[in-house]
């Protein structure tokens, strides 16, 4: 009980370090939403000129990339530095020091290291599903806001595992930013448009292997009232949080394998 209340200090801390400068922060989450928003805009703007991807139509799409966005910010607040970040922390033997903390170096880790800027982010990403919801004519009633709030915890789960299971290889690899690139960034291109629009190669791999699909197209399908399941049963949709607890309790074991067999590099 002691550690979580120092935990969340860390947290509390960091934030009011990222906000006692108001205008820094301010300027801070308009250039993020600036940045959201165009992408957002590109996204309109292409399905505008060909009016639909696959019987997708433009706000369709624009909901997948909001709860993608949402998603993942959620879980940069507490996994993007301190895992990105982590190869270096081990070549240059801070990593070290933080084992020697009587503390769960996981949790000591992401609390020392939250992210308070992904505020902007995840406030963008809200925006954009409510813009979504209404330009789509979407009539939620109280469990499907329930089930929506679930979802995005599921795809937080899975992009936060996402983060670990690429920071992990660092405790044996001197660098591993390809690793990280292609899962953090390259695989996710994919999940921008529906999954359907791909070959069933592509679709088995975002589902089975690499399950981003979880994140927002197998969901999608349910506040879309859609059914554009090609090779797997129409459950997947209600399967984001399952997904994701599976594979954060996953990340969970293998840190803690990784930590045990673990050796300084030295420096």
């Given amino acids: 009980m002691e ?15 990222k906000t006692e400068y108001r205008a820094a922060f301010l300027l801070t989450f308009l250039s993020r939403g600036i940045v959201w928003s165009t992408e957002f805009a590109l996204i309109w703007v292409l399905l505008y000129r060909f009016e639909s991807i696959a019987g997708w139509g433009q706000y369709e799409v624009m909901f997948l990339y909001a709860l993608n966005l949402t998603s993942y910010s959620m879980a940069a607040f507490f996994c993007f530095h301190p ?62 806001f329930a089930f929506l709030f679930i979802t995005l915890i599921g795809g937080m789960l899975i992009q936060a595992a996402a983060f670990i299971y690429t920071a992990i290889p660092s405790f044996w690899m001197v660098r591993n930013s390809s690793l990280a690139q ?28 690499v399950p981003y699909a979880f ?15 090609l090779l797997f049963h129409p459950v997947f949709q209600y399967l ?6 599976v594979l954060f309790t996953g990340a969970i074991l293998l840190w803690r394998w990784g930590i045990k067999h673990y050796h300084s590099t030295g420096s």
Avoid at 215 to 229: E, G
Avoid at 240 to 245: D, E, Q, R, W, Y
Wanted: proline residues 5%; contains cysteine; neutral net charge.
């Fill in 182 to 209: 292609l899962f953090l960034y390259d695989f996710k291109d994919f999940i921008r448009y529906p999954v359907s629009i791909y070959p069933a190669s592509i679709q088995i791999m975002l589902t089975l292997v």
């Fill in 215 to 229: 994140i927002n197209f197998y969901p999608a399908q349910y506040f879309l009232n859609k059914q554009d399941f």
């Fill in 3 to 17: 550690y979580a209340s120092l935990y969340w200090t860390f947290i509390r801390i960091n934030i009011k370090a």
């Fill in 83 to 144: 895992f990105t970040k982590l190869p270096a922390k081990v070549q240059s033997g801070e990593f070290d020091e933080l084992l020697t903390k009587p503390m769960n170096p996981l949790l000591y880790l992401m609390s020392r290291e939250f992210t308070a800027s992904y505020f902007s982010n995840v406030a963008f990403g809200l925006l954009f599903i409510g813009i979504c919801i209404y330009h789509l004519d979407l009539s939620l009633g109280v469990w499907d």
């Fill in 240 to 245: 984001t949080l399952a997904v994701g607890a």
